[in-house]
């Protein structure tokens, strides 16, 4: 395949030139795909060695960089699975559920609410709240542990997963709040006068016309939280104190504990596990993800 | 139907702006109402204030027998197309137009009914299926139209409908609005319309009469035979029609009764018919000529004013002239048969204005000074 531009087709031998300028551009795409490749692969390296290694032997993990194993078993799966503790890995995955499921459902809410808010109503103190929803985007999280940790404490909430949900359901999460601003403020507002003319209400307006519009950002923002509580281990790791309630990233960490000798395959299985639901997850929500963070930023 | 009055209607914005300064406007019931006028002289944001788009902070809007001031726009009785017609991106053709009635929960089958009669006569039928991305301009304000006319409002309301289509599609569904309000009328159903545009044309062919807003204030209300023929101020006679009044300044002095007007050291007579009608007393005004009502006629003829072609614009039916007399820089339509085809740039020319149809201005206010003693419109 040429790869230069739209040469018409002639029944005239190619000229010295065109020949010349043709081989050019294949050597040139030759190389520069060489190099992505390579650069790419290195890159990505890493995650396929996890794979290939968590079919590997215990025996056999360390005395080779190449990923591909040499006995395949998925003896590390089986062992990961029962895990060290009295419940199987699955347990640990419903609980990361019971976390991340109410969290992604009360950001997508909380967060369109206030950011309709912010992008379309004028009110009294507009200026400074949005001031204060930025200033806390710009705030370290760690300052904020220990002052929410004794609040939490006062509530009587620990060791529960009120504490790592119950924030995002009152648009705690600013960036993604101000994600959802920035889409919005490129949404003309004609739509939403179109619809208060048909006689809808603000809320009817929200959910029938401009929630539909938000849906690529909406879904980013859901895939964005569901990837980063999937993730997040020191949340769970302040709040929760029982095994029974621990979440996925708590359990991996408890198999490398609990054991003098560490099963690596098993360790490594149940990474590999627990990388799947957000890869499947952002896979299946690819196109309206790079729509999202794309137009959300871009236009304006 | 209902009509629709603007009592001493006024907007001030946040900043202290006053965009609209206490406006007076009936629009009888059918009427076909335009607001026309220059960017910025608030005809949208008073038609948005009719939608209840925009908050009212002086004055009363009453639709029928109501005060709609504080009701929200869907309890208005209105419905509103706009310029870049705001379909619902997300929904079919089909529930594009009945949303509206579908918040009201209307009956499934009334709403069939409905979407059929509107989709059938603005001829979209085919379209129903479709989303608006699928659609092209005029297609999409055919929907637009659609989904004002499935509500049967009290008021239309239109802002700049046809402004994002190209000049082919915005002369025919000029023709198919008009059409559609002659047809509603002649149904009995009459429908009383606002519309707003910036566009002269779209305005005189399709207004019954026509309101001329500059920086929030009316200008003029009449049909537009009157606004072209009467302009009640320099304003009005500058923005209709094309190409623009000739307005420049002369001064009005009466030698033993006979009145007669004097720019830069050219004196022409005034007309008799005209004559009567000038109350002014003598000073300074300003002139106004349609260049439609200038002929051309050799240099220095009595009563013609004088002056060197700058510009000759052919234009295959008329000839634009412009010529340069005295300070001012006049232009006159010749129809090209009429033409003497010798002239070129630079030659003396005499221009004779049609004598009664000159319009005299005040000087300051612009109020328009030679209408009086025939005031039949």
């Not at chain 1, 808010?117 to 103190?125: C, L, Q, T």
């Not at chain 2, 009363?60 to 017609?85: S, T």
């Not at chain 2, 349609?290 to 295959?316: C, K, W, Y």
Request: glycine share 8%; with cysteine.
């Amino acid at each position: 395949m040429s790869l230069l531009p739209d040469i018409p087709a002639t029944a005239a031998p190619p000229t010295q030139l065109q020949l010349k300028l043709r081989r050019q551009a294949r050597i040139s795409a030759t190389l520069r795909y060489s190099l992505l490749i390579v650069v790419g692969l290195i890159m990505i390296y890493p995650l396929i060695w996890l794979v290939g290694a968590s079919f590997k032997t215990n025996a056999e993990m360390f005395t080779s960089a190449w990923f591909w194993p040499k006995d395949a078993t998925i003896q590390g799966y089986i062992d990961g699975w029962k895990t060290s503790t009295p419940y199987t890995f699955g347990h640990f995955f419903i609980n990361s559920l019971q976390i991340v499921i109410p969290k992604v459902i009360g950001t997508a809410i909380s967060c369109t609410l206030v950011a309709y808010g912010f992008a379309r109503f004028e009110f009294p103190g507009k200026k400074i709240l949005f001031a204060i929803l930025i200033a806390t985007l710009l705030l370290p999280d760690v300052v904020t542990r220990i002052p929410q940790y004794l609040l939490f404490r006062e509530l009587g909430w620990l060791d529960t997963y009120l504490p790592l949900f119950a924030p995002a359901w009152l648009a705690g999460d600013a960036f993604f709040v101000f994600m959802v601003i920035q889409f919005l403020r490129a949404i003309p507002r004609e739509m939403e006068e179109a619809a208060r003319v048909d006689g809808a209400n603000t809320l009817q307006t929200l959910i029938f016309i401009v929630v539909p519009m938000l849906t690529p950002a909406l879904v980013s923002v859901c895939l964005f939280q569901f990837m980063w509580t999937m993730n997040d281990f020191l949340g769970p790791l302040i709040y929760i104190s029982t095994v029974e309630k621990y979440p996925i990233s708590l359990a991996l960490k408890l198999s490398i504990d609990a054991t003098e000798a560490f099963n690596w395959n098993s360790i490594l299985a149940m990474t590999v596990l627990a990388l799947t639901p957000s890869l499947i997850v952002f896979f299946l929500a690819q196109k309206s993800f790079i729509q999202g963070i794309s137009s959300g930023g871009v236009k304006g | 139907m209902a009509e629709l009055r603007l009592n001493s209607i006024e907007k001030t914005y946040g900043n202290g702006f006053k965009a609209v300064h206490g406006i007076n406007l009936h629009v009888k019931e059918g009427e076909f109402m335009v607001l026309v006028g220059p960017s910025g002289c608030a005809k949208s944001t008073t038609l948005r204030m009719i939608a209840g788009l925009e908050t009212i902070t002086g004055g009363e809007i009453q639709i029928g027998d109501n005060v709609v001031n504080d009701l929200v726009p869907g309890k208005r009785g209105i419905a509103m197309v706009f310029q870049n017609y705001a379909l619902y991106p997300h929904m079919k053709v089909r529930n594009n137009l009945s949303f509206g009635l579908r918040l009201k929960r209307k009956p499934a089958e009334e709403i069939a009914a409905a979407t059929k009669t509107v989709s059938g006569i603005l001829e979209i039928e085919a379209l129903l299926d479709r989303l608006p991305k699928q659609l092209s301009g005029g297609q999409a304000q055919r929907v637009a139209l659609g989904r004002a006319l499935i509500k049967q409002p009290e008021v239309f309301l239109f802002d700049e409908p046809l402004s994002n289509l190209d000049a082919k599609l915005r002369a025919s569904m000029r023709v198919r609005i008009t059409d559609l309000h002659k047809r509603l009328r002649a149904e009995g159903l009459p429908a009383t319309v606002v519309y707003v545009t910036h566009d002269q044309v779209e305005a005189m062919t399709m207004g019954d009469r026509i309101c001329v807003m500059k920086d929030g204030h009316i200008m003029q209300v009449a049909d537009p035979v009157t606004l072209y023929e009467r302009p009640a101020n320099a304003f009005v006679a500058g923005f209709i029609g094309m190409p623009e009044m000739n307005l420049f300044p002369a001064v009005l002095s009466r030698a033993e009764g006979v009145p007669s007007l004097t720019t830069d050291g050219q004196t022409i007579q005034v007309a008799e018919g005209l004559a009567d009608r000038v109350t002014a007393v003598d000073g300074p005004v300003t002139l106004g000529v349609r260049p439609q009502h200038l002929s051309v006629v050799a240099p220095d003829t009595p009563d013609a004013l004088t002056g060197t072609i700058s510009n000759l614009e052919f234009m295959g039916h008329e000839v634009n002239l412009h010529a340069r007399v005295g300070h001012a820089l006049l232009v006159a339509v010749i129809p090209s048969e009429r033409f003497d085809r010798t002239l070129a740039r630079g030659d003396r020319v005499g221009l004779l204005p049609l004598g009664p149809r000159i319009h005299l201005f005040n000087a300051e206010s612009g109020e328009n000074i030679s209408l009086a003693a025939n005031q039949k419109t």
